[in-house]
């Protein structure tokens, strides 16, 4: 069963004009400037709200940045599903982030996030001080260029994961009917109740009829899911920080061999199989993540 988690710190909701790429709603848990920054990114159709649990009791260590991306949580940025091709939209806007802010930071993320993250400090190391992905969606390069290609003929494949978003209830009654919809159920299953209310409390708007709509539209999360073949192998050899990964033991996103093939070609880097765990590992065992992250920024203290 999943234990009862809490925030031990109060982020505050912060606005940020990326130049180019357009406006992100972002938590933020300033600090200590001594204190080392801490960028995180979310997964597919989850916002920076969702990781208040897990990233809160980390402001004694960190100052962070927990960002809403595009299409996602209360940024108004640009989210046009036709206009979705890659991913590398949300790491272009991370990198765009990460140049605004102008400091080397630890990176970390879940999921889609977890990509994100990677592709960022692939393309910029000088501000990347260390990495720690969190069930990344990294597809074996075999199955990346397939999809790369039947998108390129037109004759993508089903993808049950888009057709699922695409089918998404958007809209509620209230809030509370949200989690007792979800509570247990699904993806849900093994959350906390902190982790389900801070995800409908931050991916969630307020309708002139008094009912909630879901702020991350079915349309743009299928389009998301949609989207996540690209070939981005390359892009692990340019990755200079020190890097460690945590992957689950049941519906993990690293399959057919990945974990082996990163080994061989990454030798470096840290991949740590967490038992009882599935790709929800962030809400199951929260202290084992915060745990990584201490550990990553206490070993690589300097820039």
Same mark, same amino acid.
């Given at each position: 069963?999943?234990?009862?988690?809490?925030?031990?710190?109060?982020?505050?909701?912060?606005?940020?004009?990326?130049?180019?790429?357009?406006?992100?709603?972002?938590?933020?848990?300033?600090?200590?400037?001594?204190?080392?920054?801490?960028?995180?990114?979310?997964?597919?159709?989850?916002?920076?709200?969702?990781?208040?649990?897990?990233?809160?009791?980390?402001?004694?260590?960190?100052?962070?940045?927990?960002?809403?991306?595009?299409?996602?949580?209360?940024?108004?940025?640009?989210?046009?599903?036709?206009?979705?091709?890659?991913? !590398?939209?949300?790491?272009? !806007?991370?990198?765009?982030?990460?140049?605004?802010?102008?400091?080397?930071?630890?990176?970390?993320?879940?999921?889609?996030?977890?990509?994100?993250?990677?592709?960022?400090?692939?393309?910029?190391?000088?501000?990347?001080?260390?990495?720690?992905?969190?069930?990344?969606?990294?597809?074996?390069?075999?199955?990346?260029?397939?999809?790369?290609?039947?998108?390129?003929?037109?004759?993508?494949?089903?993808?049950?994961?888009?057709?699922?978003?695409?089918?998404?209830?958007?809209?509620?009654?209230?809030?509370?009917?949200?989690?007792?919809?979800?509570?247990?159920?699904?993806?849900?299953?093994?959350?906390?109740?902190?982790?389900?209310? !801070?995800?409908?409390?931050?991916?969630?708007?307020?309708?002139?009829?008094?009912?909630?709509?879901?702020?991350?539209?079915?349309?743009?999360?299928?389009?998301?899911?949609?989207?996540?073949?690209?070939?981005?192998?390359?892009?692990?050899?340019?990755?200079?920080?020190?890097?460690?990964?945590?992957?689950?033991?049941?519906?993990?996103?690293?399959?057919?061999?990945?974990?082996?093939?990163?080994?061989?070609?990454?030798?470096?880097?840290?991949?740590?199989?967490?038992?009882?765990?599935?790709?929800?590992?962030?809400?199951?065992?929260?202290?084992?993540?915060?745990?990584?992250?201490?550990?990553?920024?206490?070993?690589?203290?300097?820039?």
């Amino acid at each position: 069963m999943p234990q009862p988690v809490s925030s031990s710190a109060e982020p505050m909701r912060d606005l940020i004009d990326v130049p180019g790429r357009g406006v992100f709603s972002a938590l933020r848990w300033d600090g200590d400037a001594a204190k080392p920054l801490l960028v995180f990114a979310h997964a597919t159709g989850f916002n920076a709200g969702t990781y208040r649990s897990l990233l809160g009791p980390l402001s004694d260590q960190f100052r962070i940045i927990a960002i809403d991306q595009r299409g996602h949580g209360l940024s108004p940025a640009r989210a046009e599903p036709d206009e979705l091709k890659t991913w !590398d939209t949300f790491s272009d !806007d991370l990198v765009a982030l990460l140049d605004l802010l102008d400091e080397p930071a630890f990176l970390s993320g879940h999921s889609m996030g977890g990509r994100v993250v990677m592709l960022a400090a692939a393309a910029r190391p000088d501000l990347a001080r260390g990495l720690l992905m969190i069930e990344p969606v990294l597809m074996h390069p075999s199955v990346s260029r397939k999809l790369w290609l039947a998108r390129k003929f037109g004759r993508p494949p089903p993808n049950p994961l888009a057709q699922g978003a695409a089918r998404r209830r958007a809209v509620f009654g209230s809030r509370d009917m949200m989690m007792d919809a979800y509570r247990g159920r699904g993806a849900f299953a093994t959350w906390p109740d902190a982790y389900l209310r !801070d995800y409908i409390d931050g991916g969630t708007r307020d309708l002139p009829n008094g009912e909630v709509e879901l702020s991350c539209a079915p349309a743009w999360e299928a389009a998301t899911f949609g989207s996540a073949g690209q070939f981005f192998w390359r892009a692990l050899g340019k990755v200079r920080c020190p890097v460690h990964v945590l992957y689950a033991e049941s519906e993990s996103t690293l399959r057919e061999g990945v974990p082996e093939l990163i080994r061989g070609r990454q030798p470096a880097w840290d991949l740590e199989l967490v038992p009882g765990t599935t790709h929800f590992l962030p809400m199951e065992r929260t202290e084992l993540v915060q745990d990584a992250l201490r550990r990553l920024a206490r070993i690589y203290p300097q820039g």
